[in-house]
């Protein structure tokens, strides 16, 4: 009876990865089968960027890695095997993981890591998403190759809510070195210092013809004069935020975080690493050859990036090959109004359930610290201003990942591993934007640990994320695993209840938000989904330095409020 029950489950998963192979051929709409089967193989694959060849890590070989389609509340099961030297997980970021929380995919919050040879199958249901989010490693700096994108398309019989466009492409954004990911990585930490520039900005993985060596490796997305086409855009870059556009058109922006918005147009976006937008754009220009640019928003001061922009071309059919693209005009590197305004129209199509009353009000701060050097050799390790240490924070504490996952030891109640008081609110009141803890300007120590913050199921939850300048302001995209949250407000300077202006009719629903330079950002949610979910800057350097947190969910009443048992096959530390 075992064995037939194996056969017959062997049997189904064939005629699931049947059903998806064809699809992938197809490249059309999914149908069939409530059940997506993909298989991921983490492997080194060798490129040739910039006239030098290299190895990387890759999913299936491929850079940008497959696409994961599927429908809303369709299960997705991905079989991943590491076969790469490095240890590797996957996080599928903006999936809310209702009930799923051992396949989110933060290493040592979630799971430990998937070892050389070794395989973890990861499963969840897709409840009540559609639209574009993105899959990328979540260990070391391996999210710089290992990346890719999800579709999930409304129901059948579900139309978009706007104009059902010509065709739909994915726009990946990403940054390339010439060095090893996850040796520069241990490198800079061993500096003290920060990390240095990207050596190229890359389009779908191609750098375009602005950097050495690259005048043919161009991204073309041809297209048909007076058609309308529909742009998923994802920014998987590793340290940069940055701005998107297309010489001489409009995009009208229909999606943010894989949630609807109220269109609105504008000549350019800005994009931090996590989020993703949706546009819609018009081939509506005379017959040419248009520039689509990706450049730097930098926003913090003195601080050293790649500058020139990657650029791929928006062909219209009927153009030359060999004509000269029109190039596109994007903000200066340090245009904060530009980013302001692509806020300010930002609009939620169908807010469901804003949290009007609060339980829990949360007040976090966030930014960089210098730690005092203790290295016998500070010109080696102590490279950050002052000679010290660089780190980041949350309420001026500095994460530390545990050796066993977090989930793993909450759900076992394996007690040394973490402690439960991380503060709701900062433990010293300072001016945060102009001054660092009790206004001495050199106190720039934050403290280390691995605290969590529990939460109540159920509870509704406002957080204030505050910018603070005791190193130097800076936008810093924070992502929060297994929720969306409503931005209610956001403004300059320090937070003010009296004076702050918040939305509750209709705030954008993400699951990354840039928090302002200089300022800060609330959003509300409902703690309803029961796990350990990391919060971090999703700036990799600065999440490597300690900008993050995790949140425990509590389990609430009865198996639908309840956290399920781990996988048997979950990685063990």
Request: charge should be neutral; charged fraction near 15%; hydrophobic fraction near 40%.
């Amino acid at each position: 009876m075992a064995l037939m029950r194996r056969i017959s489950h062997f049997l189904l998963l064939c005629l699931v990865f049947l059903s998806y192979n064809s699809h992938a051929l197809a490249n059309k709409w999914p149908a069939g089968s409530s059940t997506r089967f993909y298989e991921f193989k983490v492997q080194t694959t060798k490129v040739k960027k910039l006239c030098k060849s290299k190895d990387i890590v890759t999913v299936n070989g491929m850079f940008p890695g497959p696409v994961v389609y599927a429908q809303e509340d369709d299960r997705v099961i991905v079989k991943v095997t590491n076969e790469s030297p490095h240890n590797a997980t996957i996080h599928w970021h903006g999936v809310r993981q209702r009930l799923s929380c051992w396949s989110d995919g933060p290493s040592y919050i979630t799971q430990c890591p998937i070892q050389a040879g070794q395989t973890f199958t990861y499963e969840f249901t897709l409840v009540q998403q559609k639209g574009t989010l993105l899959w990328h490693a979540h260990i070391s700096w391996l999210r710089a190759t290992v990346h890719g994108a999800i579709v999930i398309y409304p129901k059948t019989g579900a139309p978009y809510p706007f104009p059902y466009p010509y065709e739909e492409h994915v726009i990946v954004l990403g940054e390339y070195w010439y060095k090893d990911v996850v040796e520069l990585e241990g490198k800079v930490l061993a500096s003290g210092g920060g990390p240095p520039p990207a050596d190229a900005y890359l389009i779908n993985g191609h750098p375009g013809p602005m950097y050495n060596c690259s005048a043919n490796d161009v991204y073309t997305l041809d297209v048909v004069p007076g058609k309308t086409y529909l742009l998923r855009i994802i920014n998987a870059a590793l340290n940069m935020e940055h701005f998107f556009g297309i010489a001489n058109h409009k995009l009208t922006i229909v999606e943010a975080d894989g949630e609807y918005t109220k269109p609105f147009m504008v000549d350019q976006i800005m994009i931090t690493p996590g989020q993703t937008t949706n546009v819609l754009v018009t081939a509506d220009q005379p017959i040419g050859k248009y520039s689509m640019a990706m450049g730097a928003y930098m926003s913090a001061r003195n601080v050293s990036f790649q500058n020139i922009s990657a650029v791929a071309y928006f062909q219209y059919a009927g153009a030359t090959t060999n004509s000269v693209s029109l190039a596109a005009r994007l903000p200066s590197f340090n245009d904060n109004l530009a980013v302001k305004s692509h806020m300010d129209s930002l609009r939620s199509l169908n807010p469901h359930d804003v949290p009007l009353e609060i339980d829990d009000n949360l007040f976090f701060t966030i930014g960089l610290n210098v730690q005092r050097c203790h290295s016998s050799k500070p010109n080696k390790s102590c490279q950050a201003p002052n000679n010290g240490v660089f780190a980041a924070s949350m309420n001026n504490i500095s994460f530390v990942r545990p050796k066993v996952s977090l989930l793993q030891a909450y759900y076992n109640k394996i007690h040394g591993y973490f402690s439960a008081d991380f503060p709701g609110v900062p433990l010293k009141a300072y001016d945060f934007v102009n001054g660092a803890p009790n206004n001495i300007p050199n106190n720039t120590q934050s403290m280390i640990g691995t605290r969590v913050k529990v939460i109540e199921y159920g509870s509704r939850v406002q957080l204030i994320l505050q910018d603070t300048g005791t190193v130097s302001t800076e936008n810093h995209p924070i992502h929060l695993h297994g929720y969306s949250f409503y931005v209610v407000g956001y403004g300059s300077g320090n937070y003010n209840p009296r004076t702050a202006s918040l939305n509750l009719v209709d705030p954008p629903y993400m699951n990354t938000i840039g928090v302002p330079v200089g300022g800060w950002a609330a959003i509300r949610f409902t703690a309803d989904n029961p796990g350990v979910w990391f919060m971090h800057c999703h700036l990799e350097i600065h999440t490597s330095w300690g900008l993050s947190m995790a949140f425990i969910v509590k389990n609430g009443e009865g198996v639908l409020e309840t956290l399920p048992h781990p996988p048997a096959d979950l990685p063990t530390c």
